[in-house]
């Protein structure tokens, strides 16, 4: 069984889209596979300059996130 696991809560495995839109750069390198502190930082940038992500593919328009970084935490990314 699988539960949304948000901010703060680290007793399951799956993220919420809020992790992509809410969190700090280090929160998000903590809980995705692939994403260190320096491409969490560009997310968190990235998302401060055009706003929120709206699907998992739009990360890879973040330098440094590719497609396999994207399809590797698939599960843990949820667009509502």
Do not use: M
Request: proline share 1%; charged share 30%; with cysteine.
């Amino acid at each position: 069984r699988r539960h949304t696991r948000y901010i703060g809560d680290w007793s399951s495995d799956v993220c919420s889209s809020d992790l992509i839109n809410e969190a700090d750069a280090e929160t998000i390198a903590n809980q995705l596979l692939g994403i260190g502190l320096r491409r969490a930082q560009a997310i968190v940038e990235y998302r401060e300059t055009y706003g929120p992500f709206y699907t998992a593919e739009e990360l890879k328009v973040v330098k440094g996130v590719g497609s396999k970084t994207v399809e590797s935490n698939r599960e843990r990314i949820r667009v509502n």
